[in-house]
Nanobody, 120 residues
Framework: QVQLVESGGGLVQPGGSLRLSCVASGSIFSIIAMGWYRQAPGNQRELVADINSGGAINYADSVKGRFTISRDNAKNTVYLQMNSLKPEDTAEYYC??????????????WGQGTQVTVSS
């Protein structure tokens, strides 16, 4: 009932920029939070950034000052602007939303992932 579609990944040189987008659709009554996670081979999946319905934002220490999360509530879309990219940012990036699908129930939903590779 809920689908997340990610876009914007790719190959970029160190110091470059990418913007990821994630569009949520389906049986969404309200969104509690939207966020981005990443996972590199052999590593745990980690939170990159998230934003809740009130606009409060959390960033991983490793991306503070370089990445910016934002949203367009009217479009159920969340963005991740990634600047000053480093090779250690290379990972599969996943969008996640926590949303009510009716007036009593919420769940977490994940996008399909988009690959970000930072290499010279």
């Amino acid at each position: 009932q809920v689908q997340l579609v990610e876009s914007g990944g790719g190959l970029v040189q160190p110091g470059g920029s990418l913007r990821l987008s994630c569009v949520a659709s389906g049986s969404i009554f309200s969104i509690i939070a939207m966020g981005w996670y990443r996972q590199a081979p052999g590593n745990q999946r980690e939170l990159v950034a998230d934003i809740n319905s009130g606009g409060a934002i959390n960033y991983a220490d490793s991306v503070k000052g370089r990445f910016t999360i934002s949203r367009d509530n009217a479009k159920n879309t969340v963005y991740l602007q990634m600047n000053s990219l480093k090779p250690e940012d290379t990972a599969e990036y996943y969008c996640k939303i926590r949303a009510y699908t009716d007036y009593q129930r919420w769940d977490d939903y994940w996008g399909q992932g988009t690959q970000v590779t930072v290499s010279s």
